[in-house]
């Protein structure tokens, strides 16, 4: 379609054969070389500027104004303000240097290498820092008399009353080429490279944009030739009449243009939605040489560079991944709650298994916005948190396509919770969310596939190493060295010391053992004042708050994912039987203990006045600790603490190597850890 309207068949047909000539002419100058910027980013401080330059009041400060100083020149070696001064001057100072549409050309001469939204982005902004001057010195220069010298001097009019038809004429203009230049824009952000379309339909479209593109420059031309030319009209001038005509002119022209062009954008990109939507349902169940084409459509983007290295705010691209297992990180903004965000990072970027992994996988996270739309907390969570977190991030999370997010949303179950979407070095989905499993073993899940998760469960048994892991490196340590270790909690300050002063004593006749407070699911302020008590008056924790927090977040998590493999506290798991037993203590229970040693089986969970009066007893049931161990000794000992305490050999049964020196010795039960009978032992 022309971009002329009305006329005969005749004329509409002559001025059909002028718009080919002119996108001809347009395409022989377009010579784009990977230079681009956020042109929607430059667009919103144009609007800025033409909004502030024409109030007469000050008004409250936008604080989102200033995300157009993050705008940058990608691939050029001008700076962006560079770029703008170069096109005001070709604008403003060689107006008289051949007619407007000799000018206009010039300026794609010299944008060639832009792409289309880039070009015209470009040129609005170079017309509205110019216009934003002469506004600013007429408004200032009734009130500052150093800007009234310098209106003065350059020739800027006082009274701009009788200019008003002029002005008008020319603010509307500019808002029609806003509106046409966010069509332009929706055109090149759609992954038209991605799915399959109608040419025909794309190169009407096309034809469309190039005719818009040299609209919207032509009139910001004529724009700025008549703010240069108002500073030498009178305010009586009847040239103002004529001037406001002929903006409104190019204002109807453009308008048209736009109102043409629209539609037509706004139906390939709904065509694109669907077809890049089914494209993402049917490219998980294909196989891949490498994980590129599915990232390449997960990210839609033209950008080249989408993703950003959070830790050094370095740009990459897609092919950064390849050959890596994948995590997609897809949250809200604000990722989780402050603990939970602390405990993902301590198990990401602490753990001491993530060196030995180095470069075999990739955390990639995606924020996206559950409104729909990015408010400017949204926008403020992310920059904050993208500026600070060991991982990789999705550069411009708004820009994402639709059809993307609706896919996360709905298929990947992403609509309210954070997940972690695995995907191996092919491309192929091998867990829909690993987030558990990394708050629970970190990098020692890799690869983070439900195949892996399988494969760690049958390994864990109900021990210490499971209970506190790699959560702080000094438990580590005690679990790899063996030690006895004694993790308890209560509310109780009370209890808290007779417990303690307890294990003192037995510590003192030469019993190993060491000693973790981690206080009751859901910590709280009361929790941590007996900390500092705990701290300060009875043994220096090795804890601080926030890993006892991590402790706690650690088992929910143990205990989530369990039930997500169908497992109940009724299915003999003894591993999801034990942590639900610590997650549902209450308050009014006075306290509890679990102590184990290392990473053996040998482990016991009591609670209240039990440890308490079984642990008192230490001085009658102590002398089996040489043959037993504490461990099973007070396991033993706790089998009926009121009666008196004698190691009695149990009825078990074991098959052991023939040892004659072993015939003499005695044997302790690997099941209950008792004295065995000498017949129920059977030497091979």
């Not at 390449?296 to 560079?305: I, Q, R, T, V």
């Not at 596939?449 to 469960?457: D, V, Y």
């Not at 926030?546 to 205990?559: A, G, H, P, V």
């Amino acid at each position: 379609m022309s971009s002329f309207e009305g006329g005969s068949v005749q004329q509409r047909g002559m001025k059909s054969v002028d718009d080919d000539i002119l996108i001809n002419k347009l395409l022989l100058c377009h010579d784009p070389d990977g230079r681009s910027l956020d042109s929607e980013l430059l667009l919103h401080a144009v609007e800025n500027i033409m909004f502030y330059s024409t109030i007469s009041k000050f008004q409250v400060f936008d604080k989102h104004i200033d995300r157009a100083s993050n705008v940058e020149l990608v691939g050029s070696e001008e700076s962006l303000g560079h770029t703008i001064y170069k096109i005001s001057y070709e604008m403003l100072f060689n107006s008289g240097d051949g007619n407007l549409h000799t000018r206009t050309m010039k300026l794609f001469d010299l944008l060639g290498n832009y792409k289309w939204d880039a070009k015209v982005v470009l040129v609005l902004a170079a017309f509205a820092s110019r216009f934003g001057e002469f506004c600013l010195t007429m408004q200032l220069s009734q009130h500052n008399p150093l800007v009234k010298n310098i209106a003065i001097l350059k020739q800027v009019p006082s009274n701009t009353t009788k200019l008003n038809p002029q002005m008008k004429a020319l603010l509307l203009l500019v808002k029609t080429m806003v509106d046409a230049t966010k069509c332009i824009i929706k055109f090149e952000s759609l992954p038209i490279r991605d799915v399959e379309l109608d040419n025909e339909t794309l190169t009407i479209t096309k034809s469309s944009i190039y005719i818009a593109a040299y609209w919207i420059t032509r009139s910001a031309l004529a724009c700025a030739s008549q703010v240069m030319n108002l500073k030498a009209m009178k305010a009586d001038d009847s040239k103002t009449i004529i001037a406001a005509w002929e903006l409104s002119s190019l204002m109807y022209r453009l308008s048209n243009i736009c109102n043409h062009l629209k539609p037509h954008v706004d139906a390939l990109h709904q065509e694109i939605e669907a077809k890049l939507y089914q494209k993402l349902l049917n490219i998980f169940k294909e196989s891949h040489e490498d994980n590129q084409e599915v990232l390449h459509l997960l990210s839609a983007l033209k950008e080249g560079l989408p993703l950003k290295d959070c830790s050094t705010q370095g740009k990459l691209g897609i092919s950064e991944l390849k050959n890596k297992v994948v995590i997609l990180l897809v949250s809200r903004p604000e990722i989780l709650p402050l603990e939970d965000l602390f405990l993902l990072v301590h198990q990401i970027h602490d753990h001491p298994h993530r060196k030995k992994l180095e470069g075999s996988y990739a955390i990639v996270w995606i924020p996206i916005s559950y409104s729909g739309s990015w408010s400017g907390s949204e926008e403020e969570s992310f920059n904050f948190l993208s500026n600070s977190l060991p991982w990789y991030s999705v550069r411009k999370p708004w820009s994402l396509n639709s059809a993307v997010v609706n896919f996360l949303k709905k298929e990947w179950k992403c609509e309210e919770k954070t997940t972690m979407v695995v995907l191996d070095s092919q491309g192929m989905i091998t867990n829909l969310n690993a987030i558990d499993m990394v708050l629970i073993w970190g990098p020692k899940a890799y690869p983070f596939s439900i195949s892996r998760q399988k494969e760690l469960w049958e390994e864990e048994k109900w021990t210490m190493q499971l209970l506190i892991d790699e959560i702080d490196p000094f438990l580590a340590q005690w679990v790899e060295e063996g030690s006895n270790v004694c993790v308890y909690g209560s509310n109780n300050i009370d209890w808290i010391r007779e417990f303690t002063d307890i294990l003192k004593e037995i510590k003192s006749s030469g019993v190993q053992l060491k000693m973790v407070y981690v206080g009751k699911n859901g910590p709280d302020e009361h929790v941590h004042n007996i900390l500092t008590t705990i701290n300060e008056e009875i043994h220096r924790n090795t804890l601080a708050f926030t890993k006892i927090r991590f402790f706690w977040l650690r088992l929910e998590s143990i205990r989530r994912l369990k039930c997500q493999l169908g497992k109940s506290i009724t299915s003999a798991d003894h591993v999801l039987e034990e942590v639900s037993a610590l997650l549902d203590i209450d308050d009014s229970e006075q306290g509890w203990a679990v102590i184990g040693k290392g990473q053996t089986a040998e482990i016991v969970r009591t609670q209240g006045r039990k440890i308490i009066e079984c642990l008192s007893r230490f001085g009658e049931w102590g002398a089996n600790v040489g043959k037993l161990g504490f461990i099973g000794a007070l396991r033993t000992a706790l089998g009926d603490p009121a009666a008196p305490l004698q190691v009695e050999a149990c009825g078990h049964t074991d098959v052991v190597p023939y040892d004659k020196e072993l015939i003499e010795e005695t044997m302790v039960c690997p099941k209950c850890k008792r004295l065995m009978k000498k017949k129920f032992i059977v030497y091979e």
